[in-house]
């Protein structure tokens, strides 16, 4: 499969992230293409992942539709714009959206179900994550007595850093940050359930939101290998890092080889097969389906 890192002519772009290009169709509207880039430890690498977009498209409209009855998306359709180039339709049929345009919060609403990464290292440091007191005793992987809400600010460049509760309150409202407190540890409880059902733990995740007039609305990805850790239950223990279904396999590979970010084909192979068994687990499909 080709990789694809285009941009799409014609149209208007309005930001480059570090794997979403988003165009702007009208004032009401926004088409977000997920790209075959990744990212990891704040960079984007200098290689591709083919098929990586449609899959992590793919993913976040699943969610989606599961997760409408908790809190309304930004999700319109696919792309169906009439004057768009047939063959830049096609290619982006599997990998683009179309979104309402929504004022984003300036936060990433991370919930922890299980102890791991920047969360285990903090833990071990103070024994708490973001000010919030844990028992003692726990190990790596542990699962967390119950989910914990650690929100962290949304920076456009370098390290997102995270923040107490009483700060998001200050940033954002006492009222909007107890409303999307409760939506978030809701989204992960449901979500948790349903990966569950699949043999799969949803170790921790992120998630985004933006403000429609009054409305909180859940935009971005939802619930992929690039925003979530993913573990097989059948596997899990505590006390190690476990086997996972996400961008942590190429984490430790830059981790353990010192390589600033030139990753051998086998490495990225095996990262495809990482991101799509997590896509067929999840939803059953081989493959993504057109929008």
Not at 53 to 59: A, D, K, P
Not at 231 to 254: F, H, N
């Amino acid at each position: 499969m080709k990789a694809f890192n285009d941009t799409i002519q014609g149209m208007k772009l309005l930001k480059r992230g570090k794997v979403r290009d988003i165009y702007e169709i009208d004032s009401d509207r926004l088409m977000i293409v997920t790209t075959d880039r990744i990212s990891a430890f704040d960079r984007i690498l200098p290689v591709l992942i083919p098929g990586k977009g449609e899959i992590l498209n793919g993913l976040s409209l699943f969610w989606f539709d599961l997760l409408a009855s908790v809190v309304p998306n930004h999700y319109l359709g696919g792309v169906e714009l009439t004057d768009m180039n047939p063959n830049a339709k096609k290619i982006l049929s599997r990998r683009a959206m179309v979104v309402r345009k929504a004022s984003v919060l300036p936060v990433e609403c991370v919930v922890r179900g299980y102890l791991a990464g920047s969360g285990f290292m903090e833990y071990r440091e103070n024994g708490s994550i973001c000010g919030l007191a844990l028992p003692v005793g726990l190990q790596e992987a542990s699962r967390l007595p119950e989910p914990l809400f650690t929100p962290t600010t949304k920076a456009e460049h370098g390290h997102d850093l995270a923040i107490d509760f009483s700060t998001l309150e200050k940033e954002i409202g006492k009222d909007r940050a107890a409303r999307i407190r409760k939506i978030s540890l809701d989204l992960y409880c449901k979500a948790a359930d349903e990966a569950a059902r699949c043999g799969i733990i949803i170790a921790d995740t992120k998630f985004e939101f933006g403000l429609l007039g009054s409305d909180i609305l859940l935009v971005d990805e939802v619930l992929t290998p690039d925003s979530s850790r993913f573990w097989p239950a059948a596997t899990y223990r505590p006390g190690c890092s476990p086997e996972s279904y996400d961008k942590q396999y190429i984490r430790d590979y830059l981790k353990h080889s010192g390589s600033e970010g030139d990753i051998p084909d086998d490495v990225i192979e095996k990262t495809v097969e990482k991101y799509q068994e997590i896509f067929t687990r999840l939803t059953g499909r081989e493959t993504a389906e057109n929008n």
